[in-house]
């Protein structure tokens, strides 16, 4: 009983809004909504149990599961001078069956 008032108790801190950064809103990411998954944006230093905490406190769904991936920069050019994107991490967030995020509204 101790755990699901565990649960309950976590409050909406600021630190859970710097995790989500933003969704991800491609063609391969929208695919995954079909399967319950929702990518998002978050920073390199982001652990998958924050990412976790801070989705279900957000949202108010529940997660199953967390993938999280670093896609390295692209280095260009930029008038003849060589330049490097930044790396960016994603997290693919599984939702529990039937529970599903719109992403297309803010938090």
């Known amino acids: 009983m101790a755990a699901?008032?565990?649960?309950?108790?976590?409050?909406?801190?600021?630190?859970?809004?710097?995790i989500i950064r933003e969704p991800v809103v491609t063609e391969k990411s929208t695919m995954g909504s079909a399967h319950g998954q929702v990518t998002f944006k978050v920073p390199l230093s982001a652990s998958k149990p924050k990412i976790k905490t801070a989705v279900e406190t957000l949202f108010k769904v529940d997660v199953t599961k967390v993938n999280t991936l670093v896609q390295k920069g692209k280095t260009k050019r930029f008038r003849g001078s060589v330049g490097k994107r930044s790396d960016q991490k994603k997290a693919i967030v599984t939702l529990k069956e039937g529970q599903t995020i719109d992403v297309g509204t803010g938090v």
């Open 4 to 18: 699901a008032k565990k649960k309950d108790k976590i409050d909406v801190a600021e630190w859970m809004y710097e």
